[in-house]
């Protein structure tokens, strides 16, 4: 029998949106935000030639700057002041997260609620603008080695650069916490999706071009097409899949009434981490890859040439390692959000327990035992959607593609913006039935 919620929302239409106007300030509020990012995208860093700096671009798109462009929107292409995007403040995120596994002071911290996560946050940011300073340095460097970029080199530029770059990746950070707080969706999310689905049209037509001057034969352009609809398909099945235990309540009395006993089910995800994992792969993967290119441009340093032709898309390496990052952050992110020690309790503490199970400890390792499990599965799964199309697109010498990283971030934001929707409307949809009972403290007749 279908619970409130799911009658709830089988009921939801576009009536029930037009009187959700909490609803519709936050959708409104959460396209503006992304209005001025993609805006961003085009104002360039101060003192370089365009023209050159495109022509540089072009020898080298074909790498991983290409797919670093990609996800920025094509602030890379233009080096804008959004260039960084919000990659340095995903690379602190992670270091902070891996100390604080590490520290007992910084766990401690966690657990202090409120006061503790803006603590974290605070680190979080003072990290970022060490990244971020780090990286732009780098890039300013590159810039003034490459031929003509830049119009005045010296150190006036790469101060200049460096701020403006920083400031730039500092604007988007709070972008995204303002999206989080007042808008739908997770801002920082909703910035790389945006970004990416701002690239998707060129992409096609780039693709439909190529195809139409024989670059890649016509069979392959439909192979591609195909390929992009199953993996959204496989994206779709494996973020929806569930492993439910079973969860039974004794019978209970409370005062001269006894009540039955109970049963429902506790849903574990198959992908617990959702697309963190790949976000966080890309993050690493990609910023130190996207320096070094620069930089070899630039100086004709041996040694950063070669790493950067190991590290281009499709090589060996870069698949070995984005893999190995990939199903690393799965588990760990994993062991982040989901507490089997903390679920065990809540279920003891409430009179639940897993039919054959002991509860406490016992239930607590076999929550964990199945967590595992299924975390493999969706650790392969994450590998795969990400590599695979990797392999193809690098076999066929496609620059501009939207593969699977790209449709994992779009295909899993959007299920989680539309969730959030659908969990704001049936708000809505409560507090019209509280008014109409009146049960919300009006009087009765």
């Known amino acids: 029998m279908a619970s409130a919620a799911e009658q709830l929302a089988r009921n939801l239409n576009f009536s029930t949106f037009s009187k959700a106007k909490a609803l519709q300030q936050r959708i409104w509020f959460t396209l503006g935000a992304l209005l001025v990012y993609r805006l961003g995208t085009f104002i360039p860093v101060p003192g370089i030639d365009p023209d050159a700096f495109r022509a540089t671009f072009e020898q080298s798109q074909q790498g ?105 990746t500092m604007l988007l950070m709070w972008l995204g916490e303002q999206i989080t707080a007042r808008g739908v969706g997770n801002g920082i999310s909703l910035i790389i999706f945006a970004g990416i ?62 009540f039955q006993g109970d049963s429902s089910h506790l849903p574990l995800k198959l992908n617990t981490s959702g697309v963190i994992p790949v976000i966080f792969a890309s993050s690493l993967l990609l910023l130190p890859a996207t320096v070094a290119s620069f930089t070899a441009q630039g100086t004709g340093s041996e040694w950063l040439q070669t790493v950067t032709a190991l590290l281009g898309r499709g090589q060996p390496l870069y698949l070995f390692v984005y893999g190995g990052l990939t199903i690393f952050f799965a588990f760990f992110y994993t062991a982040i959000v989901f507490n089997p020690q903390e679920t065990a309790d809540n279920l003891k503490r409430s009179g639940g327990f897993i039919p054959g199970i002991r509860p406490g400890e016992r239930t607590a390792a076999h929550i964990d035992y199945v967590l595992t499990r299924i975390t ?27 593969g699977g990283t790209s449709l994992l971030i779009m295909v899993t934001v959007t299920l989680d913006t539309v969730s959030q929707i659908q969990s704001h409307l049936i708000a809505q949809q409560y507090e019209g039935l509280v008014k109409k009972s009146r049960l919300g403290g009006g009087k009765r007749r």
């Open 64 to 168: 991983i700057i290409g797919m670093f462009n990609m996800f920025s929107g094509g602030a890379v292409e233009r080096m804008a002041i959004f260039a960084l995007n919000v990659i340095p403040y995903i690379t602190a995120s992670i270091v902070v997260q891996v100390i604080t596994t590490a520290s007992p002071r910084l766990e401690a911290l966690k657990k202090e609620g409120e006061a503790g996560r803006r603590k974290m946050n605070q680190y979080t940011r003072y990290l970022t603008v060490l990244f971020c300073a780090i990286q732009a340095y780098g890039i300013a460097v590159g810039l003034e080695a490459s031929q003509g970029v830049v119009l005045d080199p010296g150190w006036f530029f790469r101060i200049s650069t460096v701020i403006t770059l920083v400031g730039g």
């Open 197 to 258: 689905v701002a690239n998707l049209p060129t992409t096609i037509v780039q693709t439909l071009e190529l195809s139409r001057t024989g670059a890649i034969p016509g069979f392959a352009a439909f192979g591609i097409l195909l390929m992009g609809l199953a993996v959204i398909a496989i994206i779709v099945f494996f973020e929806r899949a569930q492993r439910r235990l079973l969860i039974q309540y004794p019978k209970r009395q409370v005062g001269n009434k006894m």
């Open 376 to 402: 493999v599965i969706g650790a392969i799964y994450l590998t795969v959607v990400a590599l695979i199309p990797e392999v193809m697109f690098s076999q066929l010498a496609v620059s501009q593609f939207i």
